[in-house]
């Protein structure tokens, strides 16, 4: 069975760091991404990693993605986060090598989702 395993979150303050991480047991993709979704919006792209990273606008230079190949794991280290951040972050994969930047935005091009986990921003 194929499961999306997430750790992390939290509340933290605006300027702090944190990192979330998902591990993929069952199955190791090609790409994982990780999306998150305020209250009252819809679930947006925040970044992934095939070949190389890419990053919404909204966290680039702030954010980055890493992935451990071994332990089936990708990570997301949050810095220099603010209010506007303050979601629920959900990591996602897919087995296909070939998506693009412009893919990366349609959550239905991931095939599997993980649990979810709250990361609250305070001003």
């Known amino acids: 069975q194929v499961r999306l395993v997430q750790f992390g979150g939290g509340l933290v303050q605006a300027g702090d760091s944190l990192r979330l991480s998902c591990t993929s047991y069952?199955?190791?993709?090609?790409?994982m991404a990780w999306f998150r979704q305020s209250l009252g919006k819809e679930r947006e792209f925040v970044a992934a990693?095939?070949?190389?990273?890419f990053f919404a606008d909204s966290v680039a230079g702030r954010f980055t993605i890493s992935r451990d190949l071994i332990k089936n794991t990708v990570y997301l280290q949050m810095n220099r986060l603010k209010p506007e951040d303050t979601a629920f972050y959900y990591c996602?994969?897919?087995?296909?090598?070939?998506?693009?930047?412009?893919?990366?935005?349609?959550?239905?091009?991931?095939?599997?989702w993980g649990q979810g986990t709250q990361v609250t921003v305070s001003s």
């Open positions: 990693i095939s070949l190389r990273p």
């Open positions: 996602a994969a897919d087995p296909r090598s070939s998506l693009t930047s412009t893919d990366y935005l349609d959550t239905s091009n991931f095939l599997y």
């Open positions: 069952g199955q190791s993709f090609s790409t």
